[in-house]
């Protein structure tokens, strides 16, 4: 049984992001704090879709 993706569903935008090396671990401890890749996690966040609330994201700081 093949589930096929609406256009809306596909993914067929990449997008670069340089980040510093401490950029990088704040990125990969806040994904893995709600159990996501670090790619899911950056979605989640560009839809403002709620996450656990164990660690909240502060990249400012």
Known sequence: MSKEKSEK???NV???VRLNE???EKLKQCAAACSLSAAEF???L???TPRS???KPSFGS
């Open 42 to 44: 950056m979605r989640q």
């Open 46 to 48: 560009c839809k403002e």
């Open 22 to 24: 401490e950029e990088h």
């Open 53 to 55: 609330p164990s660690l």
């Open 9 to 11: 569903d596909m993914r």
């Open 14 to 16: 990449p997008i670069t």
